[in-house]
């Protein structure tokens, strides 16, 4: 992971790809079971989750998945669930500016928090404000290395910008994290030919 931070800070401003990623885990996340308590036991078991999503099979990962989204999405304050939820029905009714203003109080309620980092992306996003929505994403890899569905984003926006090197080297840390991934596997084998031989 330690190419990542590198490769986002040199990113032009082009983020469109990166919403239907964080989006897909959004709706992932409400389908699963309530989360587990905060702490270190909530930690591990976050922990033994992803490790058990390295290896499921198709199915099973689908569920660990949603299970790990679910609490991504549980910042262990009332009040930064509510500005979450906020958020989310605002892009949903696609009140960007209202989206932007939860997502920038949930923010300045809970900076560690990456899954706010992560919708206010999105909302940057969707107002045409590529730097900023580029920069909050970067923090959501600061904050969550293993954060699989921002990576995804990152590579499918290097992907469509045509560096296929950095794009091909972030599908494999998506890999390692999520091999079930949508569309990931496909982009590995289109990639493989115009990295092969090529150091990473």
Do not use: C
């Amino acid at each position: 992971m330690s190419r990542l931070k590198p490769i986002v800070a040199a990113l032009p401003l082009a983020m469109g790809i990166l919403q239907p990623a964080i989006a897909t885990g959004n709706a992932h996340a409400q389908d699963a079971p309530e989360a587990a308590t905060q702490g270190p036991v909530g930690a591990q078991d976050l922990n033994s989750l992803l490790a058990a999503l390295s290896s499921a099979d198709p199915a099973e990962a689908e569920r660990l998945a949603g299970q790990i989204r679910h609490r991504w999405d549980a910042s262990g304050s009332a009040s930064a669930d509510y500005l979450l939820r906020r958020t989310r029905k605002a892009i949903e009714a696609e009140e960007m500016q209202a989206a932007l203003e939860h997502a920038t109080a949930l923010i300045d309620h809970a900076p560690e928090f990456a899954q706010g980092w992560a919708e206010r992306a999105r909302t940057f996003y969707a107002l045409d404000l590529y730097g900023p929505a580029l920069s909050d994403l970067e923090h959501v890899l600061a904050l969550n290395p293993q954060h699989f569905d921002a990576i995804m984003g990152l590579a499918v926006m290097l992907d469509q910008m045509g560096r296929a090197e950095d794009a091909y080297e972030a599908y494999l840390q998506v890999k390692a994290i999520h091999p079930h991934q949508a569309g990931l596997t496909e982009a590995l084998e289109r990639l493989a030919p115009q990295v092969r031989g090529k150091t990473l």
